[in-house]
Nanobody
């Protein structure tokens, strides 16, 4: 049974940092492309960024987070991280990790086979 479990969310003031983790089990993690999405109330789930299964590719990011967020993966720990710096009010959302076998870190939700349950990030003023 495949499981993706996110952690690390919380309530933080604007300008601060958080590190989210997503631990995967039940799948050959090293051949899966891993991405982060987020969803705010009343909005569609949107792509935040992703890292392909091959270390030769640089992670990709949404324009809204580029320069502030960093994605990395540790295949030995079956874990993908989302480091979020200089958090803004508009970053408030539930953050989800998602997995797809191989290929690029597409922004298309339907391309991802597995999803975590999400972790809430709330940025306060």
């Amino acid at each position: 049974q495949v499981q993706l479990v996110e952690s690390g969310g919380g309530l933080v003031p604007a300008g601060s940092s958080l590190r989210l983790s997503c631990v995967a089990s039940g799948l050959p993690f090293s051949i899966y492309t891993m991405s982060w999405f987020r969803q705010s109330p009343g909005k569609e789930r949107e792509f935040v960024g992703g890292v392909t299964w091959t270390s030769s590719d640089s992670p990709s990011y949404a324009d809204s987070v580029k320069g502030r967020f960093t994605i990395s993966r540790d295949n030995a720990k079956n874990t993908v991280y989302l480091i979020m710096n200089n958090l803004k009010l508009e970053d408030t959302a539930v953050y989800y990790c998602a997995a797809k076998i191989g290929g690029i870190a597409t922004t298309e939700r339907v391309q991802y086979e597995y999803w975590g349950q999400g972790t809430q990030v709330t940025v306060s003023s």
